[in-house]
């Protein structure tokens, strides 16, 4: 048995079903970094705007704005409006950006020494209205409309993000007088910007300037910037918290990443894996007659079910060892220790049974039906209505009942019905793992203790060995008793 048993692994492990299906799953495990990078550094980004400055010298109105997406690069053809109110006032005026993303006009009327009521808008959405007084001195800047600062997205890299300064100098001069600098922190709190304990990023070269910032470390929480004049004094300040309003305070930590990971890809291959893998060892074997001269050898139909499942299974179990020393080696590089040895062990536990049931199921179907196409077209199509419309048939069946989405007793339905099913079976180890919650009224989620829904050790366990034992059972059974 033991030398049949290795022939079997041995020449199942260099099938092209297994060699490709290692070689997916490998290029799928690097699809973690970016998103391992987003959970450890998160990036809050604009997702773009406008910013309006004004000044007043002889004797007109100057005003520019600057117009960006949210990488900060120019958005051409945003109109922009300024509307003055009170008694000599300037008319109001409208300019649209040209594809540098600036607009650039003057208007006449009013004096300087008057104070006017004032909106700005871009693209019909208010950006300011308040009280205008003319600058002290003519050159200075009046008003600003929009943010200054402003966090964007790194065109080239999703995990990063950059600074975008727009403003102007006296007179409407390049603002490149002013420093901009920037401090990464991991408190909640917000303090006040100091020039001295912050780290500089570069001095703008236009009205409008994107600066690179470096990658934030581990563990970040805020990100301050702002903006210098020659004297220290802050002209403009910005602090980025990656706390959501009104939601929870901390973005996914890596293992449930991970454990998202492989719920959502990893335990959508692994059985597709399983059923190939077992239709190519055994299912096609037996549906083509090759079985048949094997068994001409002294080898029992009993010894010969054994080998193949056990080789299949051996096969799947070394593809899933291999992702999760990816998944390792991404998090030592990314994160900088191992991933929790209970994660470890409960994922290839997990995968292995659903790996185990669908070599099962894959060579039981081989004994119920005759032809080789059939018998890959039923397996593969129970694969796709177990891991594809498993959702779709609860929440009808949901519907049908009245029990109201996303509600607890939605969520009890969902995890009782994920028992009779061995495509969801790691996400109920998942959830084992990471916990479960429900949408409160106002929108929060509410955490629950997976206790609570039956999802215990015992529970797990059990669901797992009646999986693997009933279709092994059934297959074992019929290629004994059946040609």
Do not use: C
């Amino acid at each position: 048995m033991a030398g049949a048993l290795r022939h079997d692994f041995v020449r199942t492990l260099r099938t092209k079903s297994v060699l490709v299906s290692m070689a997916v799953i490998i290029v799928l495990s690097l699809g973690l970094v970016p998103l391992v990078k987003l959970a450890t550094n998160p990036v809050p980004v604009s997702s773009g705007g406008t910013v309006v400055a004004e000044y007043y010298s002889g004797g007109l109105y100057h005003f520019l704005a600057y117009s960006y997406n949210t990488y900060g690069q120019p958005v051409s053809g945003t109109p922009v409006n300024v509307t003055f109110f009170g008694p000599g006032a300037p008319p109001s005026s409208t300019a649209s950006t040209n594809s540098s993303g600036y607009a650039a006009w003057t208007v006449g009327g009013g004096l300087p020494s008057n104070s006017f009521s004032f909106l700005v808008t871009a693209s019909g959405n208010e950006l300011v209205e308040g009280t205008f007084s003319p600058s002290p001195e003519p050159g200075e800047v009046g008003f600003i409309a929009g943010d200054i600062l402003s966090l964007v997205q790194d065109p080239s890299n999703s995990s990063r993000s950059d600074v975008l300064f727009a403003y102007i100098g006296s007179n409407g001069t390049v603002p490149s007088m002013y420093r901009i600098y920037y401090s990464y922190g991991s408190s909640s709190s917000f303090t006040q910007i100091n020039e001295s304990e912050m780290s500089f990023l570069g001095m703008p070269n236009s009205y409008a300037t994107v600066f690179k910032l470096p990658q934030a470390p581990a563990g970040t929480t805020t990100t301050q910037i702002g903006a210098f004049d020659v004297n220290g004094t802050a002209v403009a300040s910005s602090t980025y918290s990656y706390q959501v309003v009104g939601g929870p305070s901390t973005p996914p930590t890596p293992q449930q990443l991970f454990t998202s990971f492989t719920s959502s890809i990893l335990s959508l291959v692994i059985p597709l894996m399983a059923i190939l893998v077992a239709f190519n060892t055994y299912g096609k074997d037996r549906a083509t007659g090759v079985l048949e001269s094997v068994l001409a050898r002294p080898v029992t139909r009993l010894g010969l079910g054994v080998t193949r499942y056990l080789s299949s299974l051996l096969s799947i179990s070394v593809a899933i060892i291999i992702s999760l020393a990816a998944m390792e080696a991404i998090s030592q590089a990314l994160i900088g220790k191992i991933l929790a040895p209970e994660f470890v062990l409960y994922t290839f536990a997990a995968l292995v049974v659903e790996a185990a049931t669908f070599v099962g199921l894959t060579m039981l179907i081989s004994h119920l039906l005759k032809s080789a196409g059939a018998i890959e077209w039923v397996a593969v199509g129970l694969w796709i209505v177990l891991d594809f419309f498993w959702s779709v048939i609860i929440l009808f069946g949901a519907l049908a009942l009245g029990v109201e989405i996303g509600s607890g007793n939605y969520l009890g339905v969902t995890i009782d019905l994920g028992f009779l099913n061995p495509a969801q079976y790691y996400g109920l180890v998942g959830e084992y793992l990471n916990g479960v919650s429900i949408t409160s009224n106002g929108g929060g989620s509410i955490p629950i203790s997976p206790a609570t829904y039956g999802l215990t050790p015992l529970t797990l366990t059990v669901a797992a060995v009646l999986w693997v034992v009933v279709p092994l059972a059934g297959f074992l059974y019929l290629a004994r008793r059946r040609d």
